[in-house]
């Protein structure tokens, strides 16, 4: 009967609903659309890095973001990986340089992203498990970038310092910056109806009852 139970819970605890689409939906697309600015400002800004080969992979993160957020939001298994990938269709439609790439891209990044917070069981949405998701988004458009893009055309140091500077983006632009980004929506409200919000809520009325 115990065993029945925490199957059930579990099955519930994962189990999409509605708003659970409708606001990984609304991420995604927000994100394609700050994702399709960022290809903007890209050539701009890989020039601006160009004093040393390789540093362009700093950018990185500002299209890893919408995999992370979308799963500390959601919390649900498959919602890195889908919020990502709508993104990357949206920033598409939009038109970007890399045309079909962008959603080859868009779906390696949200199953490393994914694959961040199964690590940790989905049971785990604090900040390190944030980094750990953007470590691993970084990981694999640094593995993507170094072999299947211009980059590959570098020198090996120079794609040395992309790769690295790619996980650095991805901890902190994907990682530390979705966390943060969380953490100021569920403090306004917005996130009430999803347990990120529900748990800040409960952080801020600690300190009240405890009085």
Request: hydrophobic share 60%.
């Amino acid at each position: 009967m115990h065993t029945s139970t925490s199957a059930s819970i579990t099955t519930s605890r994962f189990r999409w609903r509605v708003v659970d689409i409708v606001v990984a939906s609304v991420i995604g697309v927000a994100s394609g659309v700050l994702f399709w600015l960022w290809g903007l400002a890209w050539p701009g800004l890989d020039t601006a890095l160009s004093f040393t080969p390789g540093l362009s992979g700093l950018l990185a993160g500002g299209w890893l973001f919408a995999g992370v957020l979308g799963g500390l939001v959601v919390r649900k298994p498959g919602a890195a990986l889908y919020a990502e990938v709508v993104a990357a269709v949206v920033s598409m439609a939009l038109g970007t340089q890399w045309a079909f790439l962008t959603l080859v891209w868009g779906v390696v990044q949200g199953l490393a992203a994914e694959l961040g917070f199964a690590v940790f069981a989905y049971a785990n949405w604090r900040l390190v498990a944030a980094l750990v998701s953007g470590a691993f988004a970084g990981v694999a458009v640094a593995l993507l970038d170094t072999n299947f893009s211009s980059v590959a055309a570098l020198s090996a140091e120079a794609r040395a310092v992309y790769f690295v500077s790619a996980v650095v983006s991805g901890i902190l632009i994907a990682g530390l910056l979705s966390w943060v980004v969380v953490r100021a929506l569920a403090a306004t409200g917005a996130l009430d109806r999803f347990a990120a919000g529900r748990e800040a809520r409960s952080r801020e009325a600690e300190p009240a009852d405890a009085a």
